[in-house]
């Protein structure tokens, strides 16, 4: 599976998230980082997709998305652990914990798997 097949509806939970605690609790820290973080991850899997398209492979793209990843599981983990609450601190904590395995494993793999094209 490439890295981008998951990125994009990631992104996109991770964006809604953070409009959705803006929405209810008015929290500009749930609102930037939510959709700051989301469009990051959006970002890469589309520079991702079109480095698979051309038949490449895009190790920034990658590697921000690691990084996005571990940085949300981290920050989440401590709210989680500071909190006790699963919503959202852990629920975003185990979803971005578990991403950041995929894409260390993408990493350690040597990224999306390109199938070179039958002239």
């Known amino acids: 599976m490439h890295d981008f097949c998951f990125t994009y509806p990631y992104g996109l939970l991770v964006v809604l998230g953070g409009l959705i605690g803006f ?5 500009a820290d749930s609102l930037m980082g939510g959709v700051g973080s989301g469009a990051l991850l959006l970002l890469a899997g589309y520079v991702s997709h079109q480095a698979y398209l051309r038949g490449a492979k895009s190790w920034p793209a990658l ?27 852990g629920l975003v904590a185990a979803l971005s914990g578990i991403m950041a395995l995929f894409y260390l494993y993408k990493v350690v793999t040597g990224g999306n798997h390109i199938v070179k094209k039958q002239t």
Not at 23 to 27: I, N, R, T, V
Not at 81 to 89: Q, V, W
């Open 23 to 27: 929405l209810k609790k008015g929290s």
């Open 63 to 89: 590697f921000l998305e690691t990084v996005v990843a571990v940085a949300l599981t981290w920050v989440m983990g401590q709210r989680f652990m500071a909190t006790s609450k699963f919503m959202p601190a």
